[in-house]
């Protein structure tokens, strides 16, 4: 006879695994070093040829939850009938409540996700010994979520991260987070922007994504770099990223007689606009346009490079990063970097002290600190050290999800955490050098 465990988390993704989502795979690695239960149910697995080697060491089984409505319109109808016939005290006012708000927004987005979450409690769940779920993202997961522990009288809890946030309306992110448990979001300046969303005691807590200090170290000895400097980026190739705007600070160094050879990596939907205006500037000789990699494969150009440089910027539909890991794994590496002073990135980089911050958008102040920790060895030294310091002091992964960890077993005791305003935080002011 199988035993069926108990406590179990059920981890609810967009979609597992993803490349670009490292930080979700090592988190649900370390709690589960840490002894916690989890079972994964992704709404889509995105089939990428590539996926990091901790992938392979989670020991979570994975459900994948369909996520076309039309090709599985039988299952979906069947789950629902079921489901209301089993609960209908539970599954009429969920229904209501996700057909109401896709017909005033004019969207099946709702309704989809409520399907699915039906789907989830219906088909996916036997003999799991879920008790609890916790979603990353808190648009269509947490609303799976939402759903989910609504039509089981359960209990959820989300991590809220970067667009999620700022692309979502107000009022049903609101209720999400009255009704679950806790919310993580990974910066300060998102946190507190969920706590004017949803009032100032919501149980919203900060905790630093973090990586792995011991393997995102500076070199025991000094590498053999090349009479060359290197710049590094690193990021998809999507708007937010500001890769047109390094390109063009590029071109102004290259017109200033400043030797270097830069090494952009991560492609995406904008390769073909970026090969573009690297052929139009003349970069050719001088840029690199690589694929997305794993973090074993971008150990080996962090360690090659001279500096790490990365231009985000908010999108006019308010789209912006967080806290890009790569910067963090880039300053564990003591690499001196540069990036601007939008959303968390402040918290970070200190201007100054642990790297150098400009206003976004702007080509020739990027161009300008680049060209100065070109020419000043000793600055880019100072700053390398610095930041590996700051990434040791906050961003510790093996710290920062212990806290989580924490927070989801009062979830699964049945507490609400209770935001006392207490939290402190080491945000440094945004001070932009042009």
Known sequence: MVRTPKNVIGFILKGYPRLSETFIVNEIFLLEKLGYKLHIFALRNPGEAKVH???????????????????????????????????????LPAFRF???????????STIKRFTQAVYLVENCLTDTGVSH???????GPTTVAFFAAWLLDSS?????????????????????????????????????????VAGDQAPIFRSYHGIDVQRFSP??????????????????????????????????????????HAKLIGGGPLHGELSKLTLELGLQDRVELLPQMTQSELMSYYRQADMFVLACEV?????????PNVLVEAMAIGLPVISTAISGIPELIEHGVSGCLVTEKDPDALAARIRVLLHQPQMAERFGK???????????????VKRIGELLSDALVGRRLENNGSQKSSVMQPAIMT
């Open 53 to 91: 080697e901790t992938v392979s060491r989670v020991q979570a089984e994975v459900t994948y939850v369909p996520d076309y409505f039309w090709r599985f319109l039988f299952a979906f109808l069947s789950a629902n009938i079921r489901l209301c016939a089993r609960r209908p005290r539970l599954y």
């Open 98 to 108: 996700a057909a109401l708000r896709s017909l005033r927004r004019r969207s099946s």
């Open 133 to 139: 779920f916790h979603a990353h993202f808190s648009h």
């Open 156 to 196: 959820y809890s989300f991590s809220a991260h970067a667009k999620d946030i700022y692309l979502q309306e107000n009022v049903f992110l609101r209720q999400k987070i009255e009704r679950a448990k806790f919310v993580v979001t990974c910066t300060e300046f998102n946190r507190r922007h969920l706590l004017k």
């Open 219 to 260: 070199p025991h000895s000094q590498q053999q770099k090349t009479s060359c400097p290197v710049i590094l980026s690193i990021g998809r190739f999507i708007p937010k990223k500001g890769f047109p705007v390094l390109l063009q600070a590029l071109d102004l160094l290259t017109r200033q007689g400043i030797q270097f």
């Open 315 to 323: 999108q006019k539909n308010g789209d912006r990063d967080g806290i």
């Open 386 to 400: 610095a930041g590996r310091a700051r990434i040791e002091a906050s961003f510790d992964s093996k710290k920062n």
